[in-house]
């Protein structure tokens, strides 16, 4: 569902609705939103799920032009260690969560259409 806060630029509004098709993708696959835009000093988790038992972080890419390399080209080792970076904080403050096993995932996009989702688990781990 498209937002029509014109306070955003068309980046953030695609942003905003790719992050959308992808939670929409995840819920159908049995995953349980937990948090959406968990946000840090240092780092940001785009979605927070639960699959089973498992606690999920979620990064979300949306590269319409894979000329750079496509969406899973921009997930390089800074952004992971952003990413692993906001974990770490959420599992401090949410102490019982960090008794789960927890794993990196990312969904991919490379457009707006629902069908065009490329969902990567345990796409990376901690160093």
């Known amino acids: 569902m498209p937002h029509q806060d ?8 695609a942003g905003i609705t790719a992050e959308d098709l992808a939670a929409t993708h995840l819920t159908r696959a049995g995953l349980r939103i937990l948090m959406r835009n968990y946000r840090v000093r240092g780092g940001e988790i785009d979605c927070i799920a639960l699959d ?6 979620v990064e979300v890419r949306l590269r319409r032009n894979a000329r750079f390399g496509g969406a899973a080209a921009s997930i390089d080792r800074r952004k992971q260690q952003r990413i692993i970076h906001a974990a770490h904080c959420y599992l401090l403050r949410f102490p019982r969560e960090a ?12 457009s707006l259409d629902d069908a065009d989702v490329e969902w990567i688990k345990d ?3 901690t160093y």
């Open 6 to 13: 014109t306070t955003l630029t068309p980046k953030q509004v």
């Open 52 to 57: 089973g038992d498992t606690l999920v972080f």
């Open 99 to 110: 008794e789960r096993p927890c794993r990196f995932d990312c969904v991919l996009l490379n």
């Open 123 to 125: 796409a990376f781990q």
